[in-house]
């Protein structure tokens, strides 16, 4: 896969881009919000197995397992970060996120990209909208998110039963398609009155 924007190009990891997938897993801002992303401790050598992964997924044309795209800025071709796609394990909803390095934030590269991959994504594989899941002490990835088009459903809390215990607060945001096709576009601001039922019964 290959998008571009109008400063950037998203395409697939590539062998040799391993490095650049090291510099995204250990950047301090994205280890402070994601400390488990790719796994705990990554190596060179499991970079490259990830790599090989995400490409062999493209190639199968299956879009369900998690995978990474780069972010690369077009006048100085960096790696500048990636996204993330798939259909999240517990919501079996198809999920979008982003992580830039440090040095490239606050110049609006994060909604860039998720703007363009998302419209490429549904219309591609006829998905009717994406979601968006993040901490609600993370601003900037709000506010990321909105720019490129997702708005809040809610705020959910997380009920973990392998602890019995509730979790950390998220935000929980919809991107609809251009061609969704559900009836209803419903977000957390629209009036509801709970199940509709044929003849007033």
Not at 39 to 60: H, S, V
């Amino acid at each position: 896969m290959e998008l571009k924007t109008q400063r950037l190009i998203l395409r697939s990891f590539l062998p040799g881009d391993e490095e650049a997938l090291l510099r995204i897993k250990y950047d301090r801002r994205i280890l402070y919000y994601a400390p488990d992303l790719f796994q705990l401790d990554l190596t060179p050598e499991d970079a490259a197995k990830f790599i090989a992964t995400f490409n062999r997924y493209e190639g199968e044309g299956t879009i369900d397992p998690w995978r990474c795209y780069a972010i690369v800025e077009q006048s100085s071709c960096a790696i500048v970060g990636c996204l993330c796609f798939g259909k999240h394990d517990m919501l079996f909803e198809y999920e979008l996120g982003w992580m830039i390095l440090e040095e490239y934030s606050k110049q609006g590269y994060a909604s860039e990209a998720a703007a363009a991959f998302a419209d490429y994504i549904c219309e591609t594989h006829r998905i009717d909208y994406l979601i968006a899941v993040m901490d609600v002490d993370n601003p900037a990835s709000f506010r990321a998110a909105e720019k490129a088009g997702f708005k809040l459903f809610e705020k959910r809390t997380v009920y973990d039963y392998s602890y019995n215990r509730y979790g950390d607060d998220y935000y929980y945001l919809r991107r609809y398609a251009v061609k969704c096709t559900l009836a209803d576009k419903f977000y957390g601001d629209s009036p509801y009155e709970g199940r509709s039922v044929k003849g007033g019964e």
